[in-house]
């Protein structure tokens, strides 16, 4: 089963927020999205990206490979403003450790941020 990966852009508050449902969350999905919001004209990188995966079922992403894109996506400057990953409490461990493995200290800001609940990411959003 395909995971859908709708998304919304909010212009006035800056905002993306993008929702992943479905079996398993891929690298092929990630990768996609990052250039499906590229491409679209209306989605501003300098944009702060809400990306929730609470309601997916699974992860197919070696820790490398998860930590290779995200670090890949800082590197390319895919996402300038703030980007935020709503991860439900049974995925935020594996996330949050693939996401700072092998990562450099100076390189932590420029990482994604890995929440629990929307909420948690929507306040961290809002502390511009």
């Known amino acids: 089963m395909s995971i859908s990966f709708p998304y919304t852009i909010d212009a006035d508050k800056k905002i993306v927020r993008a929702d992943a449902s479905g079996l398993t969350l891929t690298k092929e999905l990630i990768v996609n999205s990052a250039k499906t919001f590229k491409n679209d ?27 290779a894109i995200i670090k890949a996506e800082a590197k390319e400057k895919a996402y300038i403003g703030k980007v935020a990953l709503v991860m439900g409490r049974k995925n935020t461990d594996y996330i949050y450790a693939s996401l700072y493995a092998d990562v450099a200290p100076s390189d932590v800001q420029h990482m994604p941020k890995v929440f629990v609940t929307m909420k948690e990411a929507e306040q961290w959003i809002g502390e511009r």
Request: hydrophobic share 40%; glycine share 4%.
């Open 41 to 67: 004209p209306l989605c501003d990188p300098e944009f702060d990206f809400i990306f929730d995966y609470s309601a997916i079922l699974g992860i197919d992403i070696p820790n490398e490979d998860f930590n």
